[in-house]
């Protein structure tokens, strides 16, 4: 939930809670396959060169497969995948403000 600032009819404003859009983070695609894509920030992490998706057979392996990130991220394992997604963006401010 996030709040919002409503004004009704009589200009008196007020909070309230809204549903905060959530994207999903699967599509299917054209032969059925489900593609899961865990992201950093707006971008999304590559498990192998060239490689940002996780291909499952249907939608009920989905919550099996957060789980499994979830624990693989609690465990420490995707740190250096983030790091390097970190390291990428920061790569390319720095050459940016050099070339200024």
Request: aromatic share 6%.
């Amino acid at each position: 939930m996030k709040t919002k600032w409503v004004t009704d009819a009589e200009g008196n404003q007020r909070k309230i809670d809204v549903p905060k859009r959530i994207k999903r983070w699967w599509t299917k695609s054209i032969n059925g396959q489900i593609n899961l894509v865990v992201r950093y920030g707006s971008k999304p992490l590559e498990f192998a060169k060239g490689k940002n998706a996780i291909e499952l057979s249907d939608e009920s392996a989905v919550s099996e497969t957060l789980l499994k990130i979830k624990e693989a991220a609690e465990k420490g394992e995707l740190d250096p995948l983030i790091e390097q997604q970190a390291q990428f963006g920061r790569a390319i401010r720095k050459k940016a403000a050099l070339t200024s």
